[in-house]
Nanobody
């Protein structure tokens, strides 16, 4: 069994910053991809950013230039630094990992991010 524990969500004013963390634990042989998705009320879940095991990152257009994804493979942890936050960034942010060799997708419980004055 694999668990993902997210932290770092909360309330921030427009223009502010937040750093999300997600630590994976349990029966893990290797992690291929790690990433963050978000889901706002009434909208579909969408990719925010993802990173491969060798550090190659991909970002949603809306987050390019405002966010940085990174991972610590020894700690099995992925981070998302978000800057210049906007009210439209308000959503539940979900951590996601893709495991090797099973290609099992695992999701975190979600972390609320609210951008409001």
């Amino acid at each position: 069994q694999v668990q993902l524990v997210e932290s770092g969500g909360g309330l921030v004013q427009p223009g502010g910053s937040l750093r999300l963390s997600c630590a994976a634990s349990g029966s893990i042989e290797s992690i291929k991809h790690m990433g963050w998705y978000r889901q706002a009320p009434g909208k579909q879940r969408e990719l925010v950013a993802s990173i491969t095991s060798d550090g190659s990152a991909d970002y949603a257009d809306s987050m390019k230039g405002r966010s940085t994804i990174s991972r610590d493979n020894t700690k099995r942890t992925v981070y998302l630094q978000m800057n210049s936050l906007k009210p439209e960034d308000t959503a539940i942010y979900y951590c996601h990992v893709l495991l090797r060799p099973t290609n099992l997708n695992v999701w975190g419980q979600g972390a609320q991010v609210t951008v409001s004055s």
